[in-house]
């Protein structure tokens, strides 16, 4: 396993990276000489690395071979870091001629339109890389596109959910259920994503989320304005705490009432 991955991934490493390698190797061996037998080449090339731009191709995969072999995690996790570092470097390549092209002041609108979309379809498929390396700058290359194809009326899809962080998902979605709550009737899902910058399906979610949350509130104020004061239930803390009015009590009362008692009585 060692030598095929050296031969196919040697190519990654730079004359700096091989250097860092046969560093870790004189540190397990104790010497220069001893790294050197270990790797199979000469005491004599590595002094020689210093009057060099680069090392050669079959010294790199020596050496990767011997420090796979000595430490396998640590050199499997340095190539995984270096073949990120390497692939986000040609992506923001890439993605810095999408945004080129979409923002060039003589672009018309299809070629605009053509170019946010190449930008926008490799930063989706690519979100990986973008968010160890190149979160910040390809967030203001996006706003900066969306702004031009907005000044050319290009319309374009929203932001997808894929460009989005965990964290950054969980930092704005207060700030969307507070729109929401404050603008449901009057602004639609669309155009919160617009203003926020973010994918139309988070504003939905969002939405979803306040609806039930709101819906056993909505539902017992319902009740309350349907509902029978008399066939309402009600709280001690509804109960009142003094008497405002109080019938007064007339001569005429007083007779009504001993009659009612003298024909209960004589019904007994």
């Not at 969980?170 to 155009?191: C, N």
């Not at 008399?230 to 009432?257: F, G, L, N, W």
């Amino acid at each position: 396993m060692a030598g095929h991955l050296a031969q196919k991934y040697a190519y990654l490493l730079t004359k700096e990276d091989t250097k860092q390698l046969f560093k870790t190797l004189e540190k397990v061996y104790g010497s220069i000489q001893n790294a050197a037998l270990k790797c199979g080449i000469q005491r004599k090339t590595v002094y020689d690395w210093q009057k060099t731009a680069d090392v050669k191709l079959t010294t790199k995969m020596k050496i990767l071979e011997a420090t796979i072999k000595t430490r396998p995690d640590y050199t499997l996790r340095f190539l995984l870091e270096r073949s990120e570092e390497r692939a986000s470097e040609i992506l923001y390549v890439m993605l810095t001629r999408f945004f080129e092209k979409a923002t060039t002041q003589e672009l018309d609108q299809r070629t605009c339109m053509h170019a946010a979309k190449k930008f926008e379809l490799f930063r989706k498929r690519h979100a990986g890389l973008i968010f160890g390396h190149l979160e910040e700058e390809v967030d203001d290359m996006s706003q900066l596109i969306r702004q031009r194809c907005k000044s050319l009326r290009v319309s374009l899809p929203p932001t997808a959910i894929e460009t989005m962080k965990p964290a950054r998902i969980l930092e704005i979605l207060p700030t969307i259920a507070k729109s929401l709550l404050e603008k449901e009737t009057r602004v639609g899902h669309l155009e919160i994503a617009e203003k926020f910058n973010v994918p139309i399906e988070l504003v939905k979610v969002s939405s979803t989320i306040s609806q039930i949350m709101r819906a056993p509130y909505v539902e017992r104020k319902k009740s309350e304005t349907t509902e029978s004061p008399y066939q309402r239930s009600v709280s001690p803390t509804e109960m009142p705490t003094e008497i405002k009015y109080m019938p007064q009590v007339t001569a005429d009362s007083h007779a009504e009432i001993w009659s009612v008692g003298e024909n209960l009585e004589n019904t007994r």
